[in-house]
């Protein structure tokens, strides 16, 4: 039904005659002043939300209050921190699968049998976030069960052990000595914990902090091969079990944030 | 009435008139420059190759999604729902991922995946570049700790493409709109003509966007790194090449040249911070967007970041310029055309209608004509041989200025000679339109209000280029170029360009600076394109125009003093006439009728 016969005649005269040249008249000039705000506002947004990474002025911080939620309903809140302050180590995630019928498997993510390429980076960006400073002990725990979780899914296993293994950068003088990019001696590995796979939940439970390994012969997993490491680890209780589980402070690299 | 508001006007008459003066200029100075970055019509094919390139690896991302659909979005995967959630609990980053069952995991993606291939050809693009953004949000933000600058990217160019007419040329939209236009002409028994899409405000608002957020980009990428020691020691580029896992190409031996992975460190930091700025000069550009292409292919190549990298180069695409890519476009669809026909595939005018129209909504037949180019001619083999032709466009110069129907200015339709007209040629129907063509901001605004205070509309251009595509979208009847510090052989081509194109192309006045020299021997004059040399006053700049359009100073005074203009090119809904008597209006010649009305040989 049209607008015309939804309306008295006489309002009807006084929308047509008054009002729509009105809209008429201030709609363009009105639409285009809202476009230039707007453009002025998405500018701000799209600087500020970089700018507010940390180390970042109180400033701008708070300047960023009035964009944030913009920017993260566009998915625009990134830092750009592109291998910055600089490449750093990588993180991967050592596992040991313990199988229905007994056998173990192990493995690490991400692995070059992971393709296309670009599933491999999924995965090793998940690996990179074990490492990384942006998150809270509760959620790099959760990512921990959530992973032990969907490692079992796959594989159908029992148990896992999972373990976070750093790969330090070799250096140029390293090389030329001899040395290769996958030198035993450039891992490092810490365990995670132990876990049991509930197949009903489809959740994995830490059971243990210390790997299978650990419980043989009570020395963590290479714990021996982290010579060049002498950082202090810090030990903080898991907000999920209440067990304490290593977790060491590493300055880790933004990337890709 | 356009009179301004009481208050207003009392309020514009406290304020001395010379104050009232310069704070326009100073307001002119500002917003000038902002309208015509922001909102100076482009044409949208840059936008469109972008979406086809984006739509592909949009689709490419989320397929790889789908390689481990409940790993990734699924409750209980790598990043299960309470890790999510409590991740973005205090965030208003939203997926409709919470709210599909995981028995329609598959069904959903798979729709998603349609629409991007949608969007991608070009199919209902104003509502697949919407939904394509709001899917890749989505992916995006169900599997925060797997995003990586391949997504932040993805999503910033799905954002624009949905704000910008990215469909608008090579499209199915677009394809659609031919085939119908097409039919309608053949059914009519005239050849269709293919009219290239109009620049749009909309499609430069959104590459500018990409521009100036990839310049943030860009500048936030290297003030981050320049925190890091490695990128001021120079070693960062090793540390990146020795990083296994990231590694695809063995590049150790870079170990035995250190001064080179200094050299690459530093080129990349030098490169990345002064970006921002450099893009922006015409004569640097093409050097930093190779010097980018180069860096992004090599974290392709040996960093396996294929996606990410392309990714970056693909929104280079904004940066170049989209007329000369439109005509490249339209050459290689015409020698796909040629290809066709030689090799025996032709449509013929006895072939099915529907076909022939498929043949020419493809752009198969040749160049596609400038926009609004409205083409009479009948079909070959439709209708007798001797059908009388409205008008014909004459041959794009070298220079490759485009030109307009000679008489489709409304100016024109007095002026132009012949019986018609004579004896009119000093009453146009409507404001002259004139483009200026000035380098200098100040000067711009300075001749613009001159110009619209005596009763013309005046464009202004800053660049020769940029003077060539306003004058494919817009009626001008005379251009204005008084800036001399243009190349003088890019100036003497554009001149020949003009004089070249006769009537279809507005009459000119080059004011050449005196530091050129005495002599011009390359600029030639006629009766409709002066040059001069050394300076004018703008009064004598003025007559000098109206001299050049066979007009006087009396034919304008009706124009003078009115309010309502129309400076950025567009025509206002009801033009600027003078109350003229229906006698006193110039009858109708041939080349007003806009085509020939039927196929039957005879004409209107």
Redesign the interface.
């Given at each position: 039904m049209s607008t015309k016969r939804l309306l008295p005649p006489a309002a009807w005269r006084a929308l047509r005659s008054r009002v729509i040249p009105i809209v008429r008249r201030w709609s363009r000039p009105a639409g285009f002043v809202l476009?230039?705000l707007w453009?002025v506002y998405?500018?701000a947004a799209?600087?500020l939300a970089?700018?507010s990474?940390p180390p970042a002025s109180r400033l701008v911080q708070n300047s960023w209050r009035a964009v944030?939620?913009y920017d993260?309903?566009?998915?625009?809140?990134?830092?750009?921190?592109?291998?910055?302050?600089?490449?750093?180590n990588?993180t991967?995630l050592g596992y040991v699968l313990e199988m229905p019928d007994g056998s173990l498997q192990t493995g690490r993510i991400?692995n070059r049998q992971i393709h296309?390429?670009?599933?491999?980076?999924?995965?090793?960006?998940?690996t990179e976030?074990l490492a990384s400073d942006d998150?809270s002990p509760?959620?790099r725990d959760?990512?921990v069960?959530?992973?032990a979780?969907?490692l079992c899914?796959?594989h159908g296993a029992r148990r896992v052990t999972l373990s976070r293994v750093s790969?330090e950068?070799?250096s140029?003088?390293f090389?030329?000595a001899g040395g290769?990019?996958?030198d035993p001696e450039k891992y490092s590995e810490e365990p995670l914990g132990r876990f049991s796979y509930d197949d009903q939940t489809?959740?994995a439970q830490l059971e243990s902090p210390a790997g299978l390994e650990a419980e043989r012969d009570d020395t963590p997993p290479l714990a021996n091969a982290r010579s060049a490491d002498t950082r202090p680890a810090d030990t903080r209780p898991t907000s999920a079990t209440g067990l304490a589980i290593p977790i060491e402070i590493v300055p880790a690299p933004?990337?890709?944030k | 009435m356009n009179s301004p508001p009481l208050a207003s006007r009392s309020l514009s008459r406290r304020i001395p008139p010379g104050v009232r003066q310069r704070a326009r200029r100073a307001w002119e100075g500002v917003w000038g420059p902002?309208r015509r970055f922001?909102f100076e019509p482009a044409d949208p094919t840059p936008l469109a190759v972008m979406r086809i390139l984006f739509g592909g690896m949009l689709l490419?991302?989320q397929i790889?999604?789908g390689?481990?659909l409940?790993?990734?979005l699924g409750p209980?995967?790598?990043?299960?729902e309470?890790?999510v959630r409590?991740?973005q609990a205090d965030?208003?980053?939203?997926s409709f991922w919470w709210w599909v069952p995981v028995s329609l995991h598959v069904t959903v993606h798979l729709v998603c995946l349609v629409i991007l291939a949608a969007f991608m050809l070009g199919a209902f693009t104003p509502v697949t570049s919407v939904l394509a953004y709001l899917i890749?949000?989505a992916y995006?933000?169900r599997?925060p700790?797997?995003?990586?600058?391949?997504d932040?990217i993805n999503?910033?160019a799905a954002?624009y493409l949905a704000i910008g007419p990215s469909g608008r040329v090579l499209s199915i939209d677009r394809l659609r709109e031919h085939l119908r236009g097409a039919r309608a002409r053949l059914s009519q028994g005239l050849e269709p003509a293919i009219p290239r899409a109009q620049p749009s405000a909309r499609a430069n608002?959104a590459l500018r966007?990409i521009q100036?957020?990839l310049c943030?980009?860009y500048i936030?990428?290297c003030l981050?790194?320049?925190?890091?020691?490695?990128?001021w020691n120079g070693?960062?580029i090793?540390?990146?090449v020795?990083?296994?896992?990231?590694?695809?190409r063995d590049l150790?031996w870079?170990?035995?040249y250190?001064w080179l992975?200094n050299l690459l460190t530093h080129a990349t930091i030098v490169w990345e911070v002064t970006f921002w700025a450099l893009v922006w000069r015409p004569a640097l550009r093409p050097f930093v967007l190779l010097m980018g292409t180069a860096i992004h292919l090599g974290i392709g190549a040996f960093m396996?970041?294929?996606?990410f990298g392309l990714a970056m180069i693909f929104a280079y695409v904004s940066f170049l310029p989209g007329e000369p890519m439109a005509a490249l476009i339209g050459r290689a669809t015409s020698q796909v055309g040629r290809l066709l026909r030689w090799l025996g595939v032709d449509m013929e005018p006895s072939a099915r209608p529907g076909l022939r129209a498929a043949w020419f909504a493809l752009g198969l037949t040749g160049e596609s004509p400038p926009p609004d180019h409205i083409d009479a001619q009948p079909a070959a083999g439709a209708t007798p041989a001797s059908l009388p032709v409205a008008t014909t466009t004459p041959l794009a110069t070298a220079t490759a200025i485009p030109m307009r129907e000679p008489s489709s200015t409304p100016l024109d339709r007095v002026a132009a000679p012949g019986p018609a007209a004579s004896g009119r040629r000093d009453l146009p129907l409507m404001r002259p339109s004139i483009l200026v063509v000035e380098g200098r901001l100040k000067r711009q605004a300075e001749v613009q209000e001159y110009f619209l205070k005596h009763g013309f509309r005046c464009h202004v251009a800053s660049e020769l280029h940029q003077a060539r595509s306003m004058l494919a979208v817009i009626e001008f009847d005379a251009l204005i170029v008084t800036s001399s510090w243009f190349p003088e052989d890019e100036l003497a081509a554009f001149h020949d360009g003009l004089i070249g194109g006769g009537r279809a192309l507005p009459a000119s006045v080059f004011l050449l600076g005196p530091a050129r020299g005495q002599t011009f021997p390359r600029f030639p004059e006629t009766s409709r394109h002066r040059v001069l040399i050394g300076s004018l006053s703008l009064r004598e700049l003025r007559h000098l125009v109206l001299e050049v359009l066979g007009l006087t100073e009396e034919s304008l005074r009706p124009f003078v003093n009115r309010r309502s203009h129309s400076k950025n090119g567009h025509r206002s809904a009801t033009p600027d006439r003078p109350k003229l008597a229906d006698e006193d209006l110039p009858p109708k010649t041939t080349s007003d009728v806009p085509s020939i009305s039927s196929g039957n040989g005879s004409s209107p």
């Open positions: 476009v230039n453009l998405h500018l799209i600087v970089p700018w990474v944030g939620v993260q309903a566009l998915f625009l809140n990134h830092g750009y921190h592109y291998f910055a302050p600089e490449p750093g990588s991967l991400p296309p390429r670009l599933l491999y980076h999924r995965h090793f960006m998940l976030s998150w509760q959620v959760e990512l069960q959530a992973m979780s969907e899914r796959e790969h950068l070799p140029m003088e090389v030329r290769t990019l996958d489809q959740t933004d990337r890709a | 902002w922001w490419y991302t790889v999604w390689l481990n409940e790993g990734f209980h995967g790598w990043q299960g309470t890790l409590t991740l965030q208003f980053a939203w890749t949000i995006a933000n599997a700790m797997a995003n990586y600058g391949l932040q999503g910033m954002l608002l966007l100036v957020h943030a980009i936030f990428a981050s790194k320049l925190r890091g020691d490695s990128w070693l960062a090793w540390q990146v020795s990083n296994l896992e990231y590694q695809s150790t870079l170990a035995w250190p992975v396996g970041m294929w996606t």
